[in-house]
Protein backbone atom coordinates (compact mmCIF):
# COMPACT_ATOMS: atom_id res chain seq x y z
CA UNK A 1 0.00 0.00 0.00
CA UNK A 2 1.39 3.41 -0.52
CA UNK A 3 2.16 5.32 2.79
CA UNK A 4 2.13 9.31 3.04
CA UNK A 5 5.76 9.53 1.22
CA UNK A 6 4.17 7.48 -1.98
CA UNK A 7 6.40 4.33 -1.45
CA UNK A 8 4.78 0.97 -1.91
CA UNK A 9 4.85 -1.71 0.62
CA UNK A 10 5.41 -4.83 0.00
CA UNK A 11 3.76 -7.29 2.42
CA UNK A 12 6.05 -10.72 2.52
CA UNK A 13 4.70 -13.29 1.43
CA UNK A 14 7.01 -16.32 3.67
CA UNK A 15 4.41 -15.80 7.23
CA UNK A 16 1.42 -17.01 5.01
CA UNK A 17 2.60 -19.41 2.95
CA UNK A 18 4.68 -20.66 6.26
CA UNK A 19 1.19 -20.45 8.58
CA UNK A 20 -0.58 -22.48 5.12
CA UNK A 21 1.81 -25.09 5.53
CA UNK A 22 1.06 -25.40 9.40
CA UNK A 23 -2.55 -25.39 8.53
CA UNK A 24 -2.28 -28.54 6.10
CA UNK A 25 0.23 -30.34 8.58
CA UNK A 26 -2.60 -30.28 11.44
CA UNK A 27 -4.53 -30.70 8.89
CA UNK A 28 -3.22 -34.79 7.82
CA UNK A 29 -2.06 -34.92 12.12
CA UNK A 30 -6.33 -34.54 12.70
CA UNK A 31 -6.78 -37.31 9.36
CA UNK A 32 -4.22 -39.53 11.15
CA UNK A 33 -4.87 -39.39 14.60
CA UNK A 34 -8.66 -40.17 13.67
CA UNK A 35 -7.77 -43.88 12.86
CA UNK A 36 -5.75 -44.00 16.44
CA UNK A 37 -7.47 -46.25 18.97
CA UNK A 38 -8.23 -43.74 21.58
CA UNK A 39 -10.48 -43.10 24.18
CA UNK A 40 -13.69 -40.92 21.61
CA UNK A 41 -13.00 -38.31 24.70
CA UNK A 42 -9.45 -38.35 24.72
CA UNK A 43 -10.08 -37.74 20.67
CA UNK A 44 -12.36 -35.37 20.86
CA UNK A 45 -9.84 -32.92 23.30
CA UNK A 46 -7.16 -33.98 21.07
CA UNK A 47 -8.99 -32.75 18.05
CA UNK A 48 -10.40 -29.80 19.31
CA UNK A 49 -7.10 -28.81 20.41
CA UNK A 50 -5.74 -28.79 16.93
CA UNK A 51 -9.00 -27.23 15.61
CA UNK A 52 -8.48 -24.13 17.95
CA UNK A 53 -4.61 -23.96 17.06
CA UNK A 54 -5.81 -24.03 13.38
CA UNK A 55 -8.49 -21.02 14.21
CA UNK A 56 -5.86 -19.09 15.96
CA UNK A 57 -3.49 -19.08 13.12
CA UNK A 58 -6.23 -18.53 10.60
CA UNK A 59 -7.69 -15.49 12.75
CA UNK A 60 -4.13 -14.15 13.55
CA UNK A 61 -2.43 -14.09 10.35
CA UNK A 62 -4.77 -14.94 7.07
CA UNK A 63 -7.35 -12.54 8.98
CA UNK A 64 -4.77 -10.06 10.14
CA UNK A 65 -5.90 -9.32 13.68
CA UNK A 66 -2.19 -9.78 15.29
CA UNK A 67 -1.27 -6.96 12.56
CA UNK A 68 -4.39 -4.87 13.58
CA UNK A 69 -4.35 -2.66 16.85
CA UNK A 70 -5.38 -5.08 19.67
CA UNK A 71 -8.15 -3.06 20.75
CA UNK A 72 -10.22 -5.06 17.64
CA UNK A 73 -8.97 -7.87 19.04
CA UNK A 74 -10.05 -7.29 22.77
CA UNK A 75 -13.33 -6.25 21.61
CA UNK A 76 -14.65 -8.99 19.18
CA UNK A 77 -12.89 -12.09 21.26
CA UNK A 78 -13.41 -11.62 24.37
CA UNK A 79 -17.23 -11.79 23.64
CA UNK A 80 -17.32 -14.73 21.33
CA UNK A 81 -15.20 -16.96 23.35
CA UNK A 82 -17.58 -15.79 26.67
CA UNK A 83 -20.72 -16.39 24.63
CA UNK A 84 -19.60 -20.31 23.38
CA UNK A 85 -18.35 -21.07 26.83
CA UNK A 86 -21.99 -20.32 27.74
CA UNK A 87 -23.39 -22.37 25.25
CA UNK A 88 -21.91 -25.30 27.02
CA UNK A 89 -24.41 -25.27 30.18
CA UNK A 90 -26.90 -27.52 27.96
CA UNK A 91 -24.33 -30.58 28.42
CA UNK A 92 -25.23 -31.64 31.89
CA UNK A 93 -28.96 -32.50 29.99
CA UNK A 94 -27.18 -34.05 27.44
CA UNK A 95 -25.83 -36.49 29.32
CA UNK A 96 -28.54 -37.32 32.29
CA UNK A 97 -30.80 -38.52 28.53
CA UNK A 98 -27.61 -40.43 27.32
CA UNK A 99 -27.34 -42.65 30.96
CA UNK A 100 -31.38 -42.80 30.62
CA UNK A 101 -31.36 -44.24 27.45
CA UNK A 102 -31.34 -48.51 27.28
CA UNK A 103 -28.74 -49.83 25.35
CA UNK B 1 -8.43 31.86 10.70
CA UNK B 2 -8.41 31.36 14.67
CA UNK B 3 -11.74 30.04 14.72
CA UNK B 4 -10.68 26.85 12.50
CA UNK B 5 -7.96 26.38 14.55
CA UNK B 6 -9.99 26.65 17.67
CA UNK B 7 -11.88 23.89 16.11
CA UNK B 8 -9.02 21.77 14.75
CA UNK B 9 -7.90 21.76 18.40
CA UNK B 10 -11.17 19.57 19.43
CA UNK B 11 -10.47 17.34 17.29
CA UNK B 12 -9.69 14.26 19.37
CA UNK B 13 -6.53 12.95 18.61
CA UNK B 14 -6.51 9.51 17.01
CA UNK B 15 -3.43 6.94 18.45
CA UNK B 16 -2.78 8.50 21.21
CA UNK B 17 -5.48 6.65 23.77
CA UNK B 18 -7.35 4.04 21.67
CA UNK B 19 -10.15 4.28 24.65
CA UNK B 20 -10.61 8.29 24.49
CA UNK B 21 -12.99 8.32 22.22
CA UNK B 22 -10.76 8.86 19.11
CA UNK B 23 -11.99 8.86 15.65
CA UNK B 24 -10.97 5.83 14.89
CA UNK B 25 -10.36 3.79 17.95
CA UNK B 26 -9.46 0.48 15.64
CA UNK B 27 -8.17 2.19 12.99
CA UNK B 28 -9.61 0.22 10.92
CA UNK B 29 -12.29 1.43 7.37
CA UNK B 30 -16.06 1.00 9.22
CA UNK B 31 -16.62 -1.93 6.41
CA UNK B 32 -14.12 -3.87 7.83
CA UNK B 33 -15.41 -3.09 11.10
CA UNK B 34 -18.78 -4.27 10.07
CA UNK B 35 -17.73 -7.44 8.73
CA UNK B 36 -15.95 -8.24 12.00
CA UNK B 37 -19.68 -8.01 13.49
CA UNK B 38 -21.02 -9.96 10.77
CA UNK B 39 -18.29 -12.63 11.69
CA UNK B 40 -18.53 -12.30 15.40
CA UNK B 41 -22.54 -12.94 14.96
CA UNK B 42 -22.03 -15.92 12.66
CA UNK B 43 -19.65 -17.81 14.33
CA UNK B 44 -22.13 -17.63 17.29
CA UNK B 45 -24.45 -18.93 14.93
CA UNK B 46 -22.51 -22.02 13.82
CA UNK B 47 -21.47 -22.60 17.50
CA UNK B 48 -25.30 -22.60 18.37
CA UNK B 49 -25.44 -25.88 15.95
CA UNK B 50 -22.18 -27.14 16.90
CA UNK B 51 -23.22 -27.36 20.34
CA UNK B 52 -26.58 -28.59 19.27
CA UNK B 53 -25.03 -31.36 17.19
CA UNK B 54 -23.21 -32.52 20.08
CA UNK B 55 -25.85 -32.21 22.57
CA UNK B 56 -27.79 -34.73 20.66
CA UNK B 57 -24.79 -36.47 19.85
CA UNK B 58 -23.78 -37.30 23.47
CA UNK B 59 -27.15 -38.07 24.62
CA UNK B 60 -27.47 -40.58 21.65
CA UNK B 61 -25.56 -44.23 22.49
CA UNK B 62 -26.34 -45.10 18.68
CA UNK B 63 -25.35 -42.25 17.10
CA UNK B 64 -23.99 -43.59 13.29
CA UNK B 65 -20.33 -43.79 12.51
CA UNK B 66 -20.49 -44.10 8.52
CA UNK B 67 -17.77 -42.52 6.96
CA UNK B 68 -15.45 -44.80 5.65
CA UNK B 69 -11.72 -43.44 4.68
CA UNK B 70 -12.14 -44.04 0.93
CA UNK B 71 -14.38 -42.22 -0.18
CA UNK B 72 -15.47 -39.90 2.66
CA UNK B 73 -12.60 -39.54 4.94
CA UNK B 74 -10.44 -38.31 1.79
CA UNK B 75 -13.01 -36.54 0.12
CA UNK B 76 -13.32 -34.48 3.35
CA UNK B 77 -9.64 -34.22 3.90
CA UNK B 78 -9.26 -32.73 0.69
CA UNK B 79 -11.95 -30.39 0.60
CA UNK B 80 -10.07 -28.96 3.89
CA UNK B 81 -6.65 -28.77 1.61
CA UNK B 82 -9.02 -27.35 -1.04
CA UNK B 83 -10.48 -24.78 1.48
CA UNK B 84 -7.40 -24.08 2.86
CA UNK B 85 -5.54 -23.46 -0.43
CA UNK B 86 -8.17 -21.16 -1.37
CA UNK B 87 -7.57 -19.29 1.87
CA UNK B 88 -3.77 -18.41 0.18
CA UNK B 89 -5.34 -17.28 -2.93
CA UNK B 90 -7.26 -14.48 -0.77
CA UNK B 91 -4.28 -13.66 1.02
CA UNK B 92 -2.41 -13.22 -2.48
CA UNK B 93 -5.42 -11.23 -4.06
CA UNK B 94 -5.80 -8.81 -0.77
CA UNK B 95 -1.91 -8.22 -0.76
CA UNK B 96 -2.24 -7.68 -4.63
CA UNK B 97 -5.11 -5.56 -4.07
CA UNK B 98 -3.27 -3.40 -1.81
CA UNK B 99 -0.56 -2.65 -4.59
CA UNK B 100 -2.93 -1.89 -7.13
CA UNK B 101 -2.42 -4.79 -9.28
CA UNK B 102 -5.58 -4.82 -10.21
CA UNK B 103 -5.51 -7.79 -12.67
CA UNK B 104 -3.84 -10.04 -10.98
CA UNK B 105 -5.88 -9.46 -7.97
CA UNK B 106 -8.65 -10.42 -10.00
CA UNK B 107 -6.80 -13.84 -11.06
CA UNK B 108 -6.15 -14.61 -7.26
CA UNK B 109 -10.00 -13.68 -6.38
CA UNK B 110 -11.16 -15.89 -9.35
CA UNK B 111 -8.78 -19.02 -7.95
CA UNK B 112 -10.40 -18.86 -4.39
CA UNK B 113 -13.38 -18.85 -6.84
CA UNK B 114 -12.63 -22.42 -7.90
CA UNK B 115 -11.78 -23.69 -4.32
CA UNK B 116 -15.05 -22.76 -3.77
CA UNK B 117 -16.54 -24.34 -6.33
CA UNK B 118 -14.60 -27.20 -6.45
CA UNK B 119 -15.44 -27.73 -2.39
CA UNK B 120 -19.33 -27.26 -3.04
CA UNK B 121 -19.33 -29.79 -6.01
CA UNK B 122 -17.39 -32.17 -3.99
CA UNK B 123 -19.32 -32.10 -0.98
CA UNK B 124 -22.74 -31.90 -3.47
CA UNK B 125 -21.07 -35.43 -3.85
CA UNK B 126 -21.58 -36.42 -0.25
CA UNK B 127 -24.45 -35.40 0.26
CA UNK B 128 -25.73 -37.69 -3.06
CA UNK B 129 -24.03 -40.23 -1.64
CA UNK B 130 -25.22 -40.82 1.60
CA UNK B 131 -28.92 -39.52 0.40
CA UNK B 132 -29.09 -42.47 -1.84
CA UNK B 133 -27.81 -44.78 1.25
CA UNK B 134 -31.21 -43.21 2.88
CA UNK B 135 -30.22 -41.25 4.60
CA UNK B 136 -32.86 -38.31 5.34
CA UNK B 137 -33.41 -35.50 7.95
CA UNK B 138 -35.67 -37.68 10.19
CA UNK B 139 -34.27 -41.46 9.53
CA UNK B 140 -31.08 -42.98 8.67
CA UNK B 141 -30.22 -46.99 7.94
CA UNK B 142 -27.49 -47.07 10.81
CA UNK B 143 -29.22 -45.42 14.32
CA UNK B 144 -29.71 -41.89 15.79
CA UNK B 145 -32.48 -40.28 14.02
CA UNK B 146 -31.16 -36.88 14.76
CA UNK B 147 -27.63 -37.89 12.51
CA UNK B 148 -29.47 -36.77 8.90
CA UNK B 149 -30.80 -33.50 10.23
CA UNK B 150 -27.50 -32.70 12.14
CA UNK B 151 -25.13 -33.15 9.47
CA UNK B 152 -27.44 -31.79 6.47
CA UNK B 153 -28.08 -28.69 9.01
CA UNK B 154 -24.60 -28.00 9.65
CA UNK B 155 -22.75 -28.98 6.21
CA UNK B 156 -25.77 -27.29 4.25
CA UNK B 157 -25.23 -24.09 6.15
CA UNK B 158 -21.57 -24.28 5.68
CA UNK B 159 -22.09 -24.92 1.61
CA UNK B 160 -24.90 -22.05 1.21
CA UNK B 161 -21.77 -19.78 3.15
CA UNK B 162 -19.27 -20.70 0.30
CA UNK B 163 -21.45 -20.34 -2.50
CA UNK B 164 -22.84 -17.40 -0.88
CA UNK B 165 -18.74 -16.79 -0.74
CA UNK B 166 -18.14 -17.32 -4.02
CA UNK B 167 -20.64 -14.81 -5.68
CA UNK B 168 -19.23 -11.85 -3.38
CA UNK B 169 -15.86 -12.89 -4.50
CA UNK B 170 -16.77 -12.54 -8.12
CA UNK B 171 -18.83 -9.03 -7.53
CA UNK B 172 -15.92 -7.94 -5.74
CA UNK B 173 -13.15 -9.12 -8.69
CA UNK B 174 -15.04 -7.62 -11.35
CA UNK B 175 -15.55 -4.41 -9.41
CA UNK B 176 -12.06 -3.87 -8.48
CA UNK B 177 -10.84 -4.35 -12.00
CA UNK B 178 -13.71 -1.74 -13.26
CA UNK B 179 -11.93 0.47 -10.69
CA UNK B 180 -15.81 0.23 -9.07
CA UNK B 181 -14.39 -1.41 -5.70
CA UNK B 182 -10.95 -0.60 -3.43
CA UNK B 183 -8.35 -2.63 -1.78
CA UNK B 184 -10.47 -2.54 1.04
CA UNK B 185 -13.55 -3.99 -0.42
CA UNK B 186 -11.02 -7.07 -1.43
CA UNK B 187 -9.50 -7.26 2.12
CA UNK B 188 -12.99 -7.41 4.23
CA UNK B 189 -14.72 -9.81 1.25
CA UNK B 190 -11.00 -11.86 2.28
CA UNK B 191 -12.21 -12.10 6.26
CA UNK B 192 -15.00 -13.54 4.82
CA UNK B 193 -13.48 -15.80 3.03
CA UNK B 194 -11.25 -16.88 5.95
CA UNK B 195 -13.87 -17.26 8.09
CA UNK B 196 -15.92 -19.90 6.17
CA UNK B 197 -12.55 -21.61 6.14
CA UNK B 198 -12.42 -21.22 9.62
CA UNK B 199 -15.44 -22.65 10.24
CA UNK B 200 -14.68 -25.55 8.24
CA UNK B 201 -11.76 -26.23 10.43
CA UNK B 202 -14.38 -27.34 12.85
CA UNK B 203 -17.29 -29.14 10.84
CA UNK B 204 -14.50 -31.51 9.50
CA UNK B 205 -12.82 -33.13 12.92
CA UNK B 206 -16.43 -33.05 14.65
CA UNK B 207 -18.49 -34.25 11.65
CA UNK B 208 -16.45 -36.45 9.81
CA UNK B 209 -13.08 -37.43 11.64
CA UNK B 210 -15.00 -38.20 15.06
CA UNK B 211 -17.96 -40.43 12.75
CA UNK B 212 -15.13 -41.83 10.65
CA UNK B 213 -15.87 -45.51 10.26
CA UNK B 214 -12.58 -47.29 12.23
CA UNK B 215 -13.76 -51.20 12.47
Known amino acids: ?103 | MATEGAMESLQPAVGQDVWSGGVSPYAVVPKKLGMWLFIVSDAITFSALIIAYSYVRVASPDWPRPFSFMPSIVNATVMTIILLTSSITVVMAVRASKMDWRGSTAKWLMATMLGGILFDVLHIREWLGLIGEGVRLSRNPWGAPMFGASFFTLTGLHMTHVTIGVIYLGVIAWGFKKRKFTADDVEVSGLYWHFVDLVWMFLFPLIYLMSAKTA
Request: no cysteine; hydrophobic share 60%; glycine share 2%.
Open chain 1, 1 to 103: MANATGHVHVEPKKPFLVVWGFLLAFTAVETILAYQQFALKVMLVMLMTLSIVKAALIISYFMHLRYDRPSLAWTLMPALVFVILMLFVVFPDSVRLYLMRPR
